[in-house]
Nanobody, 124 residues
Framework: QVQLVESGGGSVEAGGSLRLSCAGS????????MTWFRQAPGKEREGVAA????????AYLEAVKGRFTISRDNAKNTLYLQMNSLKPEDTAMYYC?????????????????WGQGTQVTVSS
């Protein structure tokens, strides 16, 4: 049974940091590219950061470049998102998603598995 379980969300003040984790199980983790998405109330879901299956290639939403870092540990079947210099506009539910391909994507339709999400709230 495939599972993606996010953790690490919470409430922080602007300028603070959080580290999200996404633990995968039930599939061959190192053959899947991974992406972090987020969705704020009343807004469409957007891809925030993506990484290929091997971990050597990453891409970011322009709004988070220089503040967020995506990484993965294939030995631990875990994906991470280090979020620094958080802003109120980063407030959203954050989801990890897995795509059975080597290359990364920001298109929701490309993904096979999704986590339940973890809430990030940034106060001003």
């Amino acid at each position: 049974q495939v599972q993606l379980v996010e953790s690490g969300g919470g409430s922080v003040e602007a300028g603070g940091s959080l580290r999200l984790s996404c633990a995968g199980s039930g599939f061959t983790y190192n053959t899947y590219a991974m992406t972090w998405f987020r969705q704020a109330p009343g807004k469409e879901r957007e891809g925030v950061a993506a990484i290929n299956s091997g971990g050597g290639f990453t891409a970011y939403l322009e709004a988070v470049k220089g503040r967020f870092t995506i990484s993965r540990d294939n030995a631990k079947n875990t994906l991470y998102l280090q979020m620094n210099s958080l802003k109120p506009e980063d407030t959203a539910m954050y989801y990890c998603a897995a795509r059975r391909a080597t290359g990364y994507s920001f298109k929701s339709a490309d993904f096979d598995y999704w986590g339940q999400g973890t809430q990030v709230t940034v106060s001003s």
